[in-house]
């Protein structure tokens, strides 16, 4: 503890340097940092808001100039950078390309293992993003839209289901389970069907994001608990074995490939356990990979490479689900306050889908159809704008220096972790003006487009850490709206939180139902268990239309 509070003490003395004349909330102490004017504006807030609310609040209450400034708000975080300004953002992201910061291997260390393509850095992060892009190619996506639309066909099933017995239920748990059967086709070329029966993986997944330091800003000493030592222990050992288990069934199958013509073996799909493979397979022949080679021994694939392959996977099936089911909620949460949006969305279906019943297998036969849904990309997109599901943490190094847009000073990175929230981006007056908290699609139509603020949008985030699967989620996200909001009438029910039976774990916790529950007014507020969710699962009534 001693060694924590003088390691603070040092970090604080070089970043007091900085904090007294860069951009910043007033009144940082040297014990206290700025933890007193963090507690004041989390009175404000409901207590289990994500923190990626927090800046613009800042700026707004202390009068900050900037888009960006300091916070040091130890021993609950790192000192901070705070990046809500576009030219910056880019800067930090794109031009300067600093790291990921330590934080980040902190938390995906417990969801994916140790070394996993969201928080390594150099060369590693290097080899398996070039591993895996062939699985992300445009070519590749479109042939997974017939799987996609079945998946969503299934959801569709749940929601008639649901609209029969005219209950009340948290839309996230299924949207989730979808997105979760389409990550499994993808990553793994299995059929999870988490839609029609539990399957113990995602069950491990769920559990796990809680057990996360997602409430860090909150209970610090929450990651030290036994039961949540073990239980992460045990969760952890589910997900290894499960995808170790797909893995060595796919290995075994490889090989076999191996021995064909390379003809053929061009024909294998392109999903992740197999572009893993081929890797390790190339290294294996020492590059010599497109020679035939007819095993007899049964293989055995190298402890090392099957940790580091289980661990992307797992990194996949994550970053794939969650933040994509989100979005899909918002999207159909933001149709429904925005009747004139709704009535054009439809407008665009009717117009290139055909019916209801005809518009599955439309799209399946033709998937480039989807690039016809002009205003309903719009609307993603637009969803996207209002509740980005991530944001972007960087470190900081040594003399690599911030540069102010307007004034062209210099600031420096050093010690802090720096924080791209993409909330307080895309919701910044300064940057998307009066409209900034308006939801209006139509901005993103081609002949709007360059209207838009330049680097102000940025869910995916930009440069060569940028989101290797955005493709796929709007891909997903069309596939979804398409083939729902014609059929259904969803409404939001904060009202009757008490409803829902199907009680999923992240809600079951008495102390987030106590104090403030909305946001300015916004009952449907983000909350971050993982990434950035809709919070208690958003509590939807559906009902079947026409
Ligand atoms: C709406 C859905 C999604 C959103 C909003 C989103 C957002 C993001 C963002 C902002 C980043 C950069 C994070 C940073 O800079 O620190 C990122 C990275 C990443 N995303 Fe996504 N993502 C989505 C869907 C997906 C899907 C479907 C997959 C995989 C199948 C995926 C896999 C990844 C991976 C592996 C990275 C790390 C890439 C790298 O560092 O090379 N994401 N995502
Ligand atoms: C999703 O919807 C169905 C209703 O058909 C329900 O029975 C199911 O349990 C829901 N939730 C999950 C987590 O699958
Ligand atoms: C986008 O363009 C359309 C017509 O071209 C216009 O009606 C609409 O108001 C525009 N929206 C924005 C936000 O510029």
Redesign the pocket.
């Known amino acids: 503890m001693l060694d924590f509070i003088g390691s603070h003490l040092a970090v604080t003395a070089v970043c007091a340097i900085a904090l007294t004349y860069a951009p910043g909330p007033p009144g940082h102490s040297m014990i206290w940092g700025h933890l007193k004017i963090m507690g004041s504006i989390m009175q404000d807030v409901p207590a289990r808001v994500h923190p990626h609310v927090i800046p613009l609040r800042i700026k707004e209450k202390y009068n900050i100039e900037t888009d960006y400034f300091y916070l040091d708000v130890w021993p609950l975080a790192d000192p901070m950078l705070h990046v809500f300004d576009p030219d910056v953002a880019q800067q930090v992201?794109v031009d300067l390309a600093l790291p990921?910061h330590s934080t980040?291997a902190d938390f995906m260390i417990h969801l994916a293992g140790p070394g996993?393509?969201?928080?390594?850095n150099g060369p590693h992060?290097k080899k398996?993003?070039t591993i895996?892009n062939p699985?992300?190619a445009a070519s590749h996506l479109i042939s997974l839209v017939p799987g996609i639309v079945d998946d969503s066909l299934i959801f569709c099933q749940r929601m008639v289901e649901h609209a029969e017995k005219g209950e009340i239920f948290r839309l996230e748990e299924n949207a989730t389970r979808l997105?979760v059967d389409?990550?499994g086709k993808?990553?793994m070329d299995l059929k999870l069907n988490t839609q029609s029966a539990p399957n113990e993986m995602v069950t491990a997944f769920r559990e796990q994001v809680q057990l996360v330091p997602n409430e860090g800003m909150l209970d610090p000493l929450a990651m030290w608990r036994p039961k949540g030592i073990y239980k992460r222990w045990r969760n952890g050992r589910v997900m290894n074995r499960y995808i170790g288990k797909v893995l060595d069934e796919r290995f075994a199958r490889a090989d076999n490939i191996a021995g064909r013509p390379v003809g053929e073996r061009k024909q294998r799909k392109r999903v992740?356990i197999d572009l893993a493979l081929d890797a390790y397979q190339s290294q294996q022949s020492g590059g010599e990979a497109e020679k035939a080679q007819v095993n007899t021994n049964p293989p055995q694939m190298d402890a090392e490479f099957r940790r580091a392959a289980i661990t992307?996977i797992r990194?996949?099936?994550?970053?794939?689900?969650?933040?994509?089911s989100?979005?899909i909620c918002y999207a159909l949460y933001m149709l429904q306050k925005n009747p004139e949006c709704m009535a054009r969305i439809r407008q665009e279906h009717d117009e290139n889908l055909g019916g209801v019943e005809s518009a599955p297998q439309l799209i399946k036969d033709d998937p480039h159809i989807l690039k016809k849904l002009d205003y309903t990309m719009c609307v993603?997109r637009e969803t996207?704008r209002l509740w980005?599901?991530?944001?972007?943490?960087?470190g900081g190094l040594p003399g690599v220096m911030i540069r102010d847009p307007k004034t062209g000073e210099s600031y420096p990175t050093e010690n802090f972790l720096v924080w791209?929230p993409?909330y307080a981006l895309h919701r910044n007056p300064n940057v998307w003006g009066d409209s900034a908290n308006t939801f209006d699609p139509s901005r993103f139509l081609a002949q709007n487009e360059s209207k838009l603020p330049e680097n102000g949008y940025?869910?995916?985030?930009k440069?060569?850490?940028?989101?290797?699967?955005?493709e796929?989620?709007?891909i997903?996200?069309r596939i979804i709206l398409a083939l729902t909001v014609r059929s259904f009438e969803f409404q939001a029910a904060y009202d009757s939180l008490d409803e829902p039976k199907d009680d999923g774990s992240y809600y079951a916790d008495e102390r987030w139902r106590k104090g403030k529950q909305d946001l300015d007014g916004e009952e449907a507020y983000q909350i971050l268990v993982g990434?950035a969710k809709p919070r208690e699962g958003m509590p939807t009534r559906v009902k079947v239309r026409l």
Request: net charge positive.
């Open positions: 992201t990921k980040m996993d393509m969201v928080s390594s992060w398996w993003r895996m699985g992300f997105t389409i990550i993808v990553t992740m992307q990194t996949f099936v994550f970053a794939g689900h969650d933040t994509t989100s979005t993603v996207l980005p599901a991530a944001g972007a943490v960087r791209v993409h940025r869910p995916f985030e440069g060569q850490r940028n989101c290797i699967g955005q796929l989620a709007l997903e996200a990434s």
